[in-house]
């Protein structure tokens, strides 16, 4: 392994590290914790959440306990992959990020 390669694996192990947590944090969260944003110019973005609408300068509209319960799980899904990435990438370094 080159030298230069200890900083990308160094970097993806960080980023690794920080991935886990946030599929821990996704998992352990209610639905209700997620909310979808549409950003727009000006205010013209709008935020599906539980509540809707947080200030009187954002758009926003209440969704369905189902709609945030599957966005979760759209969120999980692709942290996984992400981290699948990160791991896939390290094993082509020759780096076991599975061995714990």
């Given at each position: 392994?080159?030298?230069?390669?200890?900083?990308?694996?160094?970097?993806?192990?960080?980023?690794?590290?920080?991935?886990?947590?946030?599929?821990?944090?996704?998992?352990?969260?209610?639905?209700?914790?997620?909310?979808?944003f549409?950003?727009?110019?000006?205010?013209?973005?709008?935020?599906?959440?539980?509540?809707?609408?947080?200030?009187?300068?954002?758009?926003?509209?209440g969704?369905?306990?189902?709609?945030?319960?599957?966005?979760?799980?759209?969120?999980?899904?692709?942290?996984?992959?992400?981290?699948?990435?990160?791991?896939?990438?390290?094993?082509?370094?020759?780096?076991?990020a599975?061995?714990?």
């Open positions: 392994m080159k030298l230069a390669d200890l900083d990308k694996v160094n970097h993806l192990a960080a980023a690794l590290r920080d991935i886990e947590g946030l599929i821990r944090m996704a998992e352990t969260a209610g639905p209700d914790a997620f909310q979808l549409i950003e727009a110019p000006g205010d013209a973005s709008l935020k599906m959440s539980a509540e809707g609408a947080s200030t009187t300068h954002s758009n926003g509209i969704v369905s306990a189902d709609f945030l319960a599957r966005l979760k799980g759209l969120a999980i899904a692709e942290l996984h992959a992400r981290r699948a990435a990160a791991m896939a990438e390290l094993a082509g370094m020759g780096v076991d599975a061995g714990g």
